[in-house]
């Protein structure tokens, strides 16, 4: 298995909510997915493999911040560490870009993803009552200080 990481274009599109649409309670719109790829403040890093869409993380810029709204791996294609390289290579990006600070929310029952993001370095930073819905749940919010 050769895992490559590229930015998203528009013969991804239709994968992207396709992962996305199995793997979340309350799926994104194709027509955010395009926004973001669309915009100058805004990227999304695909995991490929064989150029076939495998994974894909969302950043939304405002230098020398970023927030990550969403990451997912197919279903497929998890626990090989796939979550963890697509991570890591577009922190590389984000700090190409200027950026030093990265913040998330979190499902407070998501062990996997959490677990995956201390791995990396976020640290816990607070707590939103109610955050999620389908079902209703809490998140927790963590940064990750890249310098």
Same mark, same amino acid.
């Given at each position: 298995?050769?895992?490559?990481?590229?930015?998203?274009?528009?013969?991804?599109?239709?994968?992207?909510?396709?992962?996305?649409?199995? +793997?979340? $309670? &309350?799926?994104?719109?194709?027509?955010? #997915?395009?926004?973001?790829?669309? %915009?100058?403040?805004?990227? *999304?890093? @695909?995991?490929?493999? +064989?150029? $076939? &869409?495998?994974?894909?993380?969302?950043? #939304?810029?405002?230098?020398?911040? %970023?927030?990550?709204?969403? *990451?997912? @791996?197919?279903?497929?294609?998890?626990?090989?560490?796939?979550?963890?390289?697509?991570?890591?290579?577009?922190?590389?990006?984000?700090?190409?870009?200027?950026?030093?600070?990265?913040?998330?929310?979190?499902?407070?029952?998501?062990?996997?993803?959490?677990?995956?993001?201390?791995?990396?370095?976020?640290?816990?930073?607070?707590?939103?009552?109610?955050?999620?819905?389908?079902?209703?749940?809490?998140?927790?919010?963590?940064?990750l200080e890249m310098n």
């Amino acid at each position: 298995m050769s895992i490559e990481f590229r930015f998203a274009n528009d013969r991804d599109l239709d994968t992207i909510v396709e992962i996305e649409s199995s +793997s979340m $309670s &309350c799926p994104w719109s194709r027509d955010s #997915y395009k926004e973001a790829m669309d %915009s100058d403040h805004a990227f *999304i890093m @695909v995991a490929t493999e +064989s150029d $076939s &869409c495998v994974g894909f993380a969302v950043f #939304y810029l405002t230098v020398p911040e %970023s927030e990550l709204p969403d *990451i997912v @791996v197919a279903e497929s294609h998890r626990g090989k560490g796939i979550g963890k390289a697509l991570l890591d290579a577009s922190l590389r990006e984000l700090t190409s870009r200027g950026v030093d600070t990265v913040f998330l929310e979190v499902r407070v029952s998501n062990e996997r993803a959490k677990a995956l993001y201390e791995k990396v370095g976020f640290e816990e930073i607070g707590r939103r009552k109610y955050f999620y819905s389908d079902p209703v749940e809490d998140a927790i919010c963590m940064r990750l200080e890249m310098n």
